[in-house]
């Protein structure tokens, strides 16, 4: 079933439901107000009897017999009403004329003023049933008095014939008409799916039109839309990630290959073999150092990875992070400008704090001429710790500054200089800081240096 027929399925039983209510609840009402106006003439007509009936003695007494005499009670055909007086046994003590051999229903087990629907000859009647008591209050028989019910169960036949013919016509054209309504509804359901079924890896780029109503159908269409440009960007990252990973690993693997190729030409000397295996070797190890980095990044691109917060010093951290760099700051002659100050606490995985201080500092330290500082400062504001690590390296022109968190990319100074380096510290420490929900920026002006600040969530 379709999902217009399963709306205008489910809205025709809704429907059906209600009208069936609203149906036997106008029934009820009109067969409620017919029984209240023959229950009213019931109550007038024993009103008129019980005037002409005096009690003495315990005895009946019928002061008024032409009261008897009426046509109403004494024609049978046209508005009879039908009189009966019975005593506490159910003898009858005098009828209206129109009864002729017949007698009303009496039922000995009421004793107040009853309304019931009886027999009288095979047809239906109201029919009023109410003691006569004595001065003493002591009942000495029963006023009956009955009306014929064949209007108003003629009345009340039609009135269910009506209903029941309307009932399924209603519920025809409420499913016809919500059917159709349902189908116009979902018409950009359809243009989604249309669009959806061409959309592949080739057509990333082609979105799906957005309904000119801000309903549930158009956040439906928004978020596939959103989905698609995610799809398309992580597509797209992945294409680049692996035409730079093959690149980036393609180049040590050409140079090793070149070398190891110029050593078996012919036989040379000890030193020359020396010289060519440690370039090979230092090949290696810059393959090794990619595919590490390589796999750290991997390891870090899923959501799943688990970190472990807890409250750290920053300052501490940082520091230990310092010593362990000692000989590659010796090595660049780089002036470190940090004094700890202990008491700034964050919330962050020891293991990834320490891996995103170690590739920011490298960077800093690699980019930078020898002999150029290195200022690292933590200071907090509005409750949230901040580090600034700030080097006099190179810088980064304006152009460049948006991609250096991305995988692979190195600035064209970079490119250029003797400095080895796969592009890839930036964009794990990047990862990291997202992980951990430490806000991550950066700010350059070329030939002063760069600035990358690390902006702790509040404190807990």
């Not at 205008?8 to 409620?32: D, H, K, M, S």
């Not at 995610?230 to 070149?258: C, I, N, Y």
């Not at 290195?374 to 390296?393: K, M, N, P, S, Y």
Request: glycine share 4%.
């Amino acid at each position: 079933m379709s999902l217009r027929d399963r709306i205008a399925t489910y809205y025709v039983i809704t429907t059906g439901v209600i009208i069936a209510v609203l149906f036997f609840l106008l029934y009820e009402v009109a067969a409620r107000t017919m029984y209240s106006h023959l229950d009213g003439d019931l109550d007038a007509e024993s009103l008129e009897v019980f005037k002409s009936i005096v009690v003495l003695s315990n005895q009946f007494i019928f002061a008024n017999p032409y009261e008897w005499k009426e046509g109403e009670h004494h024609n049978a055909e046209v508005n009879p009403v039908f009189l009966e007086v019975v005593d506490t046994a159910g003898t009858q003590l005098r009828k209206s004329e129109n009864l002729l051999s017949s007698a009303l229903q009496f039922r000995p087990a009421l004793h107040e003023r009853t309304y019931y629907n009886a027999t009288l000859s095979g047809a239906s009647v109201r029919q009023l049933q109410l003691p006569i008591q004595s001065t003493e209050n002591r009942t000495l028989g029963y006023l009956l008095v009955a009306l014929p019910l064949d209007e108003a169960e003629l009345l009340l036949l039609s009135l269910r014939i009506v209903l029941l013919i309307v009932y399924p016509i209603a519920l025809f054209v409420t499913f016809t008409v919500s059917r159709f309504i349902a189908g116009k509804s979902i018409t950009p359901i359809g243009a989604v799916i249309s669009t959806a079924e061409h959309i592949t890896k080739e057509n990333l780029g082609e979105r799906i039109e957005l309904p000119p109503h801000r309903d549930e159908l158009y956040r439906l269409t928004a978020t596939i839309n959103g989905l698609l440009d995610r799809l398309q960007d992580a597509v797209e990252r992945e294409q680049q990630f692996t035409s730079d990973a093959s690149h980036e690993l393609r180049t040590p693997l050409t140079a090793m290959k070149g070398t190891l190729e110029v050593l078996i030409r012919r036989p040379r000397k000890a030193e020359q073999y020396v010289a060519k295996v440690t370039e090979v070797i230092g090949e290696v190890n810059r393959l090794s150092s990619l595919v590490e980095q390589l796999l750290l990044l991997a390891r870090y691109e899923s959501e799943r990875q688990k970190k472990l917060p807890e409250p750290l010093d920053l300052g501490e951290q940082i520091s230990n992070v310092l010593a362990r760099m000692q000989s590659s700051l010796a090595k660049h002659r780089t002036k470190l400008n940090f004094r700890y100050t202990a008491g700034h606490i964050v919330q962050a995985d020891a293991h990834m704090l320490e891996i995103l201080l170690t590739n920011i500092f490298s960077n800093s330290i690699k980019y930078s001429d020898e002999g150029t500082s290195l200022t690292i400062r933590i200071e907090e504001i509005d409750r949230q710790v901040l580090c600034a690590i700030t080097d006099r390296g190179y810088g980064i022109n304006a152009e460049q500054l948006p991609h250096i968190f991305d995988r692979f990319y190195r600035t064209d100074e970079s490119r250029n200089s003797s400095v080895a380096g796969t592009g890839l510290g930036l964009a794990i420490a990047k990862r990291l800081a997202d992980l951990q929900n430490i806000f991550l920026s950066v700010q350059s002006t070329v030939g002063e240096g760069t600035t990358l600040t690390l902006r702790f969530p509040k404190n807990f």
